[in-house]
């Protein structure tokens, strides 16, 4: 995709449903177990509520993409899906290609539900895979096997025409060897889109006391290096390059929503725990919402709304933001954009430098993009441009 063909006015809606069966040890996502069922007629009710608060500061927008993510949307009926759906189209213009995607897990009962979801609008679904080995999956309190998940990407493959998952890796005694053929049976089964993450240990879950008291042990630098550098070369080979530092895609496949995040361009965020950035009256507003799922209804059915926080960015923090999430993307970042959002033009000097240190490359086009050798010390480049 060319950058420079990229909608500037694309408008994302992302919806949180923040209830999952169970809280994987790795995970710190505003997510939440109960055990009685869930008032889905109340939180669909709500999630109408918020949008029309939402729809009404910003008038005149065109939504072009819409992610139910989590905590785990598929534990949704399809019915409230299709009423969270109706609620955004009601409320916003929905733009006739709008790509509509649902987070879902690979266990059999939700993936039963996957043509319920398509009639009710969904036509991207990302899976939580995780892992394709039974064992790696226990470890992460994963809930489904590996033939399980096999199986819902088979179901997914003959309800939806795009769909996704997601893959852990740099996972306690994983060897290069063993993620590539993992790698290699998931590209067979992804067909055009793909999410790789590095297992991070995250503060406050259960796996930092384990990894702070010596009992989970995750990959040195170096080798999270070698696994960083074979997941790039295999996604290469089998064409599905990267387009973010963490997810690849066959050219035209990639996910518009995120790209949305990472492009710095207006989102919208509809329930508990979910952030936006909105640009009302020529300021970029940071909008947070109530995390605790029944707090956030009661304040909407109050209010109308669940945000806990509306901050305003002044030039400088927009600037920043451009820059640490455009430098993730392969397409890197327009320098111009960059002075015309902070007012100032990024320093020749630190540019020059990082160019001789090869994590960085400024194109004939003047964009500017981090390198296959930056993007493993992506932070310290952004910083080093940001200061």
Request: hydrophobic share 40%; with cysteine; aromatic share 8%.
């Amino acid at each position: 995709m060319n950058p420079a063909d990229a909608q500037q006015d694309a408008f994302g809606v992302y919806v949180h449903w923040p209830f999952c069966l169970s809280k994987c040890p790795y995970c710190d996502f505003n997510s939440h177990v109960r055990h009685h069922a869930v008032d889905e007629v109340r939180f669909a009710r709500a999630f109408a509520r918020e949008i029309e608060t939402t729809a009404a500061r910003t008038p005149g927008r065109t939504v072009t993409s819409i992610f139910l993510g989590g905590g785990t949307p598929s534990l949704m009926q399809p019915q409230t899906v299709g009423a969270i759906l109706d609620s955004i189209g009601k409320y916003w213009n929905v733009a006739s290609d709008v790509e509509v995607s649902l987070e879902a897990n690979p266990t059999s009962v939700e993936a039963t539900r996957f043509r319920g979801y398509r009639e009710a609008g969904v036509n991207r679904v990302s899976l939580g895979v995780q892992a394709l080995d039974d064992a790696s999956l226990k470890s992460l309190g994963r809930l489904h096997t590996a033939r399980e998940a096999l199986d819902a990407v088979a179901i997914a493959r003959s309800a939806f025409d795009r769909y996704s998952f997601d893959l852990i890796y740099a996972r306690p005694d994983q060897t290069p060897q063993m993620w590539i053929d993992e790698l290699k049976l998931a590209i067979s089964e992804a067909a055009e889109h793909l999410s790789l993450y590095q297992l991070t240990i995250e503060e406050g879950t259960p796996f930092f006391g384990l990894h702070a008291a010596g009992k989970l042990k995750t990959p040195d630098e170096g080798l999270a290096r070698t696994l960083y550098d074979v997941t790039q070369e295999v996604c290469a080979q089998q064409g599905l390059p990267f387009y973010e530092i963490s997810n690849h895609a066959r050219p035209g496949a990639e996910c518009k929503h995120n790209l949305v995040y990472w492009r710095g361009q207006e989102y919208a965020g509809i329930g508990p725990g979910a952030h936006g950035r909105l640009d009302i009256d020529g300021v970029r507003h940071a909008i947070a919402t109530e995390k605790r799922p029944e707090a956030w209804v009661m304040r909407v059915e109050d209010n109308g709304h669940g945000v806990t926080s509306d901050e305003l960015l002044n030039s400088e923090e927009r600037a920043d933001e451009y820059l640490l999430m455009g430098l993730r993307l392969a397409e890197g970042i327009d320098p111009a954009r960059y002075q015309m959002l902070s007012g100032r033009a990024l320093d020749e000097k630190r540019i020059a430098i990082l160019r001789e240190e090869g994590a960085i490359v400024v194109e004939q086009n003047g964009r500017l993009r981090v390198t296959q050798e930056g993007f493993p010390v992506l932070d310290a480049v952004v910083a080093d441009l940001a200061a």
